[in-house]
């Protein structure tokens, strides 16, 4: 299971930080990833984190500004997002590395 929170309005510029606790799996054995669906869009790779998190993957649209964390004692992952844009706007998904997603959680740039 995994369960996303963290989502909310923000202004352009603003900041926001995403978690997704996960339970049900070995989650240390697993990369981990955030997912995010524009309104109207397709689904995006945003970040991709390794399961030792030493190595992470980031977007074009997003290099530099979100950052991918994860605590396997705790199993919990989170992406830091800063700098949004009002192109940011989607609803953000965990997914972890046999293709299982939570709810999603929005986050709305305007």
């Known amino acids: 299971q995994l369960v996303e929170s963290g989502g909310g309005l923000v202004q352009p510029g603003g900041s926001l930080v995403l978690s997704c606790a996960a339970s049900?799996?070995?989650?240390?054995?697993?990369?981990m990833n955030w997912v995010r669906q524009a309104p109207g869009k397709g689904f995006e790779r945003v970040s991709l984190?390794?399961?030792?998190?030493?190595?992470?993957l980031y977007a074009d649209s997003v290099k530099g500004r979100f950052t991918i964390s994860r605590d396997n004692a705790k199993n919990t992952i989170n992406l830091e997002l800063n700098s949004l844009k009002p192109e940011d706007t989607a609803v953000y998904y965990c997914?972890?590395?046999?293709?299982?997603w939570g709810q999603g959680t929005q986050v709305t740039v305007s």
């Open positions: 984190i390794s399961s030792s998190g030493g190595s992470t």
């Open positions: 049900g799996f070995t989650f240390s054995t697993y990369a």
């Open positions: 997914v972890n590395g046999t293709n299982d």
